[in-house]
């Protein structure tokens, strides 16, 4: 189950009426239009039913052609009867707005991160200190120490030993490239690659 719901939304959607009365405990409706409507099957959105009356109610919807599939009594209104022909259209719910809070409430400090912690809920990391690194125990994130996540550091290589002098190809010293190659470069070609590079 998610922390929070992943709703459509519509901003021209026309409201429309009811072709079909419903009883409290019914949870399909059929519209007598759909313009404008979210139309992603599966994907819930906010309707309201009778708004502005004393049967006004809300519910959780999905959409299939013109048809509804409703969750009743939703946003703290409660499931009555409606009769055919009551004007319906999607909302903006108060639902909508306490889960938004949820994941900006949750950020109060620079370096925050969001979590998804147990229940599920949203969570918050704290930045972590200085040189530690995002760690995971199988269950939860983390910050953690190099050592703690398992991560050695590279020594430093270890040099032994004194390098030979580079030499050209037919075997001249380096002093030899660097008094006639260079003064000469016309007459004398060198390959250092082989000899410095192997």
Same mark, same amino acid.
């Given at each position: ?77 409660? #499931?009555?009867?409606?009769? %055919?022909? &009551?004007? +319906?259209? /999607? *909302?903006? @719910? ?7 809070? $949820? ?38 994130? #983390?910050?953690?120490?190099? %050592?703690? &996540?398992? +991560?050695? /550091? *590279?020594? @430093? ?7 030979? $002098? ?33």
């Amino acid at each position: 189950m998610a922390a929070v719901t992943r709703r459509q939304y519509k901003g021209a959607a026309a409201p429309c009426t009811t072709t079909n009365s419903l009883t409290s405990v019914d949870t399909s409706v059929t519209l007598s239009a759909i313009t404008g409507w979210p139309s992603t099957a599966a994907v819930p959105f906010y309707v309201v039913i009778d708004p502005g009356t004393s049967s006004e109610e809300k519910c959780s919807a999905t959409i299939s052609g013109s048809t509804l599939t409703l969750t009743r009594g939703q946003d703290d209104t409660t #499931a009555v009867s409606h009769t %055919s022909g &009551a004007t +319906i259209y /999607p *909302v903006f @719910s108060a639902d909508d707005a306490d889960e938004t809070n $949820a994941f900006a409430s949750t950020m109060t400090t620079r370096g925050d991160l969001l979590t998804m912690a147990s229940g599920p809920t949203v969570g918050r990391i704290a930045i972590g200190t200085s040189g530690t690194i995002i760690y995971s125990n199988g269950t939860d994130p #983390a910050w953690a120490s190099l %050592s703690t &996540a398992g +991560i050695a /550091p *590279v020594a @430093s290589p270890t040099f032994t030993g004194t390098p030979a $002098a580079p030499t050209a190809a037919d075997g001249t010293s380096s002093t030899q490239i660097a008094t006639t190659a260079f003064a000469s470069p016309s007459s004398d070609q060198y390959v250092l690659s082989s000899s410095i590079f192997g």
